[in-house]
Each structure stands twice: as structure tokens, then as C-alpha cells.
């Protein structure tokens, strides 16, 4: 089995900063990308960035600029650094990744809080 352990969420002003951290741990043969969604109370849940194994980016038009995604593969672990933010970020953020076992899986963390407010 694989866990995927989030951590860093919390409240924080509009124009504030946070920092999300993900880790990967369990049976793992490899990582095929990571990424961060979130979801918003009546909402669906969304990409917010995602980074594949060679570092290739993408990020949701939202947050272009103010979000940065970023993985070490030796960990097996993705962060998420957040700035700028709005109190339209508020939502529980899903680390989500793509893991290589005897086929690849998909795995989702439980999710962590983030709430801008002021």
C-alpha cells in the first residue's frame, strides 16, 4: 500500500503565503507525476498544479504566478508554495499522485485545510 502524508495547511490572511508538503511512502517503484488539487465546499474538485517526473509544470490559470509546484524524487515528495493568496483559495487541498507498482495507481491524500481570511 501507499500513503501519501500532507501537511502545512492552516488559516491565513488575504496576501499571505503558505507552504503545503506531501510524502509519499509504501510500496513505490517509481513516480510518474504529482500534483495538488483542491475543492471548495459546493464545488468540484480542481487541479490546482501538477509536476511530472521531469519536472514538467503545469498549473491551473488561477493560480499562474502567485502558486509554485515542486517535487524531490530521491523523497518522493511534492510541495506547494502558495503566495498571494485569496479567500477564493480557500478549499481542502489534495496532494494526488501517479505510482508506479505493477501497474500504476492513482493515490489521494485526505486532504489538509487552507483558509484565507481576514
Known amino acids: 500500500q501507499v500513503q501519501l502524508a500532507e501537511s502545512g495547511g492552516g488559516l491565513v490572511q488575504p496576501g499571505g503565503s503558505l507552504r503545503l508538503s506531501c510524502a509519499a511512502s509504501g510500496k513505490i517503484f517509481g513516480i510518474n507525476y504529482m500534483g495538488w488539487y483542491r475543492q471548495a465546499p459546493g464545488n468540484e474538485r480542481e487541479l490546482v498544479a501538477a509536476?511530472?517526473?521531469?519536472?514538467?509544470?503545469n498549473y491551473a490559470d488561477s493560480v499562474k504566478g502567485r502558486f509554485t509546484i515542486s517535487r524531490d524524487n530521491a523523497k518522493n515528495t511534492v510541495d506547494l508554495q502558495m503566495n498571494s493568496l485569496k479567500p477564493e483559495d480557500t478549499a481542502v487541498y489534495y496532494c494526488?499522485?501517479?505510482?508506479?507498482?505493477?501497474?500504476?495507481?492513482?493515490?489521494w491524500g485526505r486532504g489538509t485545510q487552507v483558509t484565507v481570511s481576514s
Open positions: 494526488h499522485a501517479s505510482i508506479r507498482q505493477a501497474k500504476v495507481i492513482g493515490y
Open positions: 509536476v511530472t517526473s521531469g519536472d514538467s509544470t
